[in-house]
Antibody
């Protein structure tokens, strides 16, 4: 059974940094692309970032490009999201999500339960 | 960026009746080399993460009831629930994964009439 367990969320001041982690199990982690998707309170889904398997190519939403960095450690089966220069509008539940294939260009077939990031002074 | 729109915003349907949700992309998400539409549908119930229902616009994910079906091509897509059940009350999102950023539609809330 696929399991994705996010951690690292919490309260941070504007301009601060946070690193999210996602521990993956139940599948061959290195063989699949992974995404981060967020959802602001009471709002819809927003794709944040993706990292492909094999070539490790990374992609970002315009709203986070230059501030967030996605990475993966295939030896530990962990996905990361380093978030810098955080803004109030980054407040959201952040979901770790497994892509259906190794390519980034596919849908998400498994989601974690999410971790809440609150940016406030 | 590809902009995804959905209609309606809110859909109230009687139990056992058909529910139809529309999704439109600002440009085609059909990849001509493999004839696949890079579009998925997700269901999200309150307090839960989303769940994949449909991928490649019309392929049902394993374990998804066959009352859920997807159709369409290019820029216009439809998710149909053939006979609405109480457990189908949720928000439904479409997403394109044709080009980054992989944008979602704003969601359609389905409720019981």
């Amino acid at each position: 059974e696929v399991q994705l367990l996010e951690s690292g969320g919490g309260l941070v001041q504007p301009g601060g940094s946070l690193r999210l982690s996602c521990a993956a199990s139940g599948f061959t982690f290195r063989s699949y692309a992974m995404n981060w998707v967020r959802q602001a309170p009471g709002k819809g889904l927003e794709w944040v970032s993706g990292i492909c398997a094999n070539d490790g190519n990374t992609y970002y939403a315009g709203s986070v490009k230059g501030r967030f960095t996605i990475s993966r450690d295939d030896s530990k089966n962990i996905l990361y999201l380093q978030m810098n220069t955080l803004r109030a509008e980054d407040t959201a539940v952040y979901y770790c999500a497994k892509v259906t294939f190794s390519t980034c260009y596919a849908g998400v077939d498994n989601w974690g339960q999410g971790t809440l990031v609150t940016v406030s002074s | 960026d590809i902009v995804m729109t959905q209609s309606p915003d809110l859909l109230a349907v009687s139990l056992g009746e058909r529910a139809t949700i529309n999704c439109k992309s600002s440009q085609s998400v059909l990849y001509s080399s493999n004839n696949k539409n890079y579009l998925g549908w997700y269901q999200q119930k309150p307090g839960q993460p989303p769940k994949l229902l449909i991928y490649w616009a019309s392929t049902r994910e394993s374990g998804v009831p066959d009352r859920f079906s997807g159709s369409g091509s290019g820029t216009d897509f439809t998710l149909t629930i053939s006979s609405l059940q109480a457990e189908d009350v949720a928000v439904y999102y479409c997403q394109q994964y044709y080009s980054t950023p992989f944008t979602f539609g704003p969601g359609t809330k389905v409720d019981i009439k």
